[in-house]
């Protein structure tokens, strides 16, 4: 039978009390993260470099790991991790002592998650990274704890009001222990110099993967491209304009540069005014705006839809090498 969770079952609480508590429940969080911000400028600031480095100098992988929930967080970092360049797996503490540390290699460096520092299932893990000498990097509140000592490098976390008002979930604990996670990993992705198209390599699938994509990947080009030169006369650039059904036509000066574009708005504009009789160049729009093919997708169509046009040329030194439509965006998914 369904529980109804009615209004009048919980007396007293209104919608303005649950606003109130959400209220103090982000406060109280976001108390945590400024802890740790403040942090990593001071007593972090030695041990989270020491970390990068540690990690930064493994031939093999970021072995993850903690308990409840901050096994949850750890698996997230693992994936955090991994999607940004640096391989990472998650090993539960409880399956270790069950045969998974064969996964971890001498090779590898283990991040250990645990608030308290004293979390037991982890004990079999740290005492294999002891004796096969696996560096250990702890994230813990407790600097004096049985994992905290055993480990190469602390990161110790501040002291921060849990939001719990029993303060017993962990709330604000597992904020700051994500949020350190992320650190890790946005530190780690910048001094590996890891791109946008690297990023693209690991997420090739989704809508993610459809916005990771670039326009060269995209654009029309070759034969496709609706070019002319600037004295043609207008009757001639129209059958060209509508054999390519691109919408637009790109003007190129002697050089072979872009030099303007006229578009389906432009034709309707000067309708009426000997259009036919007329050359390109007195009907284009002069220097209009182009990307490049190492652009991301995402940002063209970005761009498309704040200029209210329907389609970009595509340029490497000023010179068209492609085009791409809104309508070759929205059928890759990048919308």
């Not at 070759?222 to 001639?236: I, N, Q």
Request: hydrophobic share 45%.
């Amino acid at each position: 039978m369904a529980v109804s969770l009615k209004r009048d079952r919980f007396p007293g609480h209104d919608a303005r009390d649950a606003i109130a508590s959400a209220a103090r429940t982000i406060q109280l969080e976001a108390q945590g993260l400024r802890a740790l911000e403040a942090a990593l400028d001071t007593e972090l600031l030695d041990s989270f470099a020491e970390a990068i480095r540690l990690i930064r100098s493994c031939r093999g992988r970021v072995i993850v790991t903690g308990m409840g929930k901050s096994g949850h967080i750890g698996m997230k970092v693992a994936g955090t991790l991994s999607s940004t360049g640096t391989p990472a797996s998650f090993v539960h503490p409880s399956e270790a002592s069950h045969g998974d540390l064969g996964m971890i290699t001498r090779d590898d460096v283990i991040l250990a998650f645990s608030w308290s520092g004293e979390t037991v299932e982890l004990g079999n893990l740290v005492s294999y990274s002891r004796r096969f000498a696996v560096p250990l990097i702890a994230v813990t509140s407790n600097s004096d704890s049985t994992l905290a000592k055993a480990a190469e490098v602390v990161l110790a976390l501040p002291h921060s009001k849990e939001a719990c008002p029993h303060g017993l979930a962990p709330t604000t604990s597992t904020t700051m222990q994500l949020a350190l996670g992320d650190c890790l990993a946005i530190a780690l992705l910048e001094s590996k110099g890891f791109t946008a198209r690297d990023f693209q390599v690991l997420h090739p699938g989704g809508q993610l993967g459809a916005r990771l994509k670039f326009v060269g990947d995209l654009m029309h080009k070759g034969d496709r491209l609706p070019l002319t030169a600037g004295d043609v006369p207008m009757a001639e650039a129209i059958v060209v304009m509508t054999e390519k059904a691109l919408g637009c036509l790109g003007v190129v000066d002697e050089n072979g540069r872009l030099a303007g574009i006229i578009t389906d708005g432009d034709l309707r504009r000067h309708m009426g005014n000997g259009l036919l009789s007329r050359r390109t160049g007195e009907i284009m729009t002069a220097a209009p705006k182009t990307v490049s093919p190492d652009l991301l997708a995402s940002a063209a169509l970005e761009i498309i839809n704040s200029s209210s046009i329907t389609a970009l040329f595509v340029v490497e030194d000023g010179r068209p090498v492609g085009i791409i439509h809104i309508h070759d965006l929205l059928r890759a998914g990048v919308a």
